[in-house]
């Protein structure tokens, strides 16, 4: 499971328009092929907290 | 004043040449991919570009961080050509980055059918100071189970393409 996938999982009231890079996204992944996986960039939303290290590690 | 120099003649120019005037002097790189990449849904990925056409003066990074490092201090011309594929993809996006940060020179493509898969070319000229400056290249897709494109079919030929050349020293 992404960290995309794991992120909608813990904020359900997210959306995909959230993650789009054009309008009114808010929240940017990225990946830097490094070997470290993908991280949240940037987390800019209105509503909708951070998720913690501990949210994400606890989606299965 | 104009001189004719024909078969075996040979001429020296009496004024000095600029640094920003020598041709020889001037890194040029291409790269591509030689496989497809996995990328995340809806993630800015770094492009894998391991593998190299020509690169003149060795500032393009194939092997570990797939980035160009010019050794000469001046304006390149930066290229960057990709197709990402992914299931039920409505968008896609390409971004190059200095130092790692994306430096507003991108490129998108939105589509209401679902699955739409388009071919896009990213340039622009770049200052980078011949010493620490870095280029990358990231690319996003919105489909489920996206992936980089490394090439298409006989008549595409590589699909996701990078190359950049000097045009003016600084």
Same mark, same amino acid.
């Given at each position: 499971m992404t960290l995309y996938d794991k992120i909608l999982a813990v904020r359900?009231?997210?959306?995909?328009e959230d993650f789009?890079?054009?309008?009114?996204?808010t929240i940017v992944l990225q990946n830097?092929?490094?070997?470290?996986g993908d991280y949240i960039r940037e987390w800019n939303h209105p509503t909708e907290t951070k998720p913690t290290n501990a949210e994400l590690d606890g989606v299965q | 004043m104009t001189t004719a120099i024909k078969g075996n003649d040979t001429s020296t120019f009496g004024g000095a040449i600029a640094a920003n005037n020598v041709s020889a002097i001037v890194p040029a790189f291409s790269a591509y991919m030689s496989g497809d990449q996995s990328i995340s849904t809806s993630t800015w990925t770094k492009v894998?570009?391991?593998?190299?056409?020509?690169d003149t003066d060795n500032?393009?990074? #194939?092997?570990?961080?797939?980035r160009f490092t010019p050794t000469v201090a001046g304006y390149y011309q930066i290229n960057f050509r990709s197709r990402t594929i992914g299931t039920s993809s409505t968008a896609t996006y390409y971004s190059i980055y200095k130092n790692g940060s994306a430096t507003g020179i991108n490129s998108a493509a939105l589509a209401t059918n679902a699955g739409f898969q388009s071919m896009q070319t990213v340039s622009g000229i770049i200052y980078c100071n011949g010493s620490t400056d870095y280029i990358e290249f990231y690319a996003n897709n919105n489909?489920? #189970?996206p992936f980089i494109d490394a090439a298409g079919g006989s008549d595409l030929g590589n699909t996701t393409t990078v190359d950049g050349v000097l045009v003016r020293a600084a």
């Amino acid at each position: 499971m992404t960290l995309y996938d794991k992120i909608l999982a813990v904020r359900p009231n997210l959306t995909a328009e959230d993650f789009m890079p054009h309008g009114n996204s808010t929240i940017v992944l990225q990946n830097d092929s490094d070997g470290k996986g993908d991280y949240i960039r940037e987390w800019n939303h209105p509503t909708e907290t951070k998720p913690t290290n501990a949210e994400l590690d606890g989606v299965q | 004043m104009t001189t004719a120099i024909k078969g075996n003649d040979t001429s020296t120019f009496g004024g000095a040449i600029a640094a920003n005037n020598v041709s020889a002097i001037v890194p040029a790189f291409s790269a591509y991919m030689s496989g497809d990449q996995s990328i995340s849904t809806s993630t800015w990925t770094k492009v894998q570009f391991n593998s190299e056409l020509f690169d003149t003066d060795n500032c393009f990074d #194939s092997t570990t961080n797939y980035r160009f490092t010019p050794t000469v201090a001046g304006y390149y011309q930066i290229n960057f050509r990709s197709r990402t594929i992914g299931t039920s993809s409505t968008a896609t996006y390409y971004s190059i980055y200095k130092n790692g940060s994306a430096t507003g020179i991108n490129s998108a493509a939105l589509a209401t059918n679902a699955g739409f898969q388009s071919m896009q070319t990213v340039s622009g000229i770049i200052y980078c100071n011949g010493s620490t400056d870095y280029i990358e290249f990231y690319a996003n897709n919105n489909g489920t #189970s996206p992936f980089i494109d490394a090439a298409g079919g006989s008549d595409l030929g590589n699909t996701t393409t990078v190359d950049g050349v000097l045009v003016r020293a600084a």
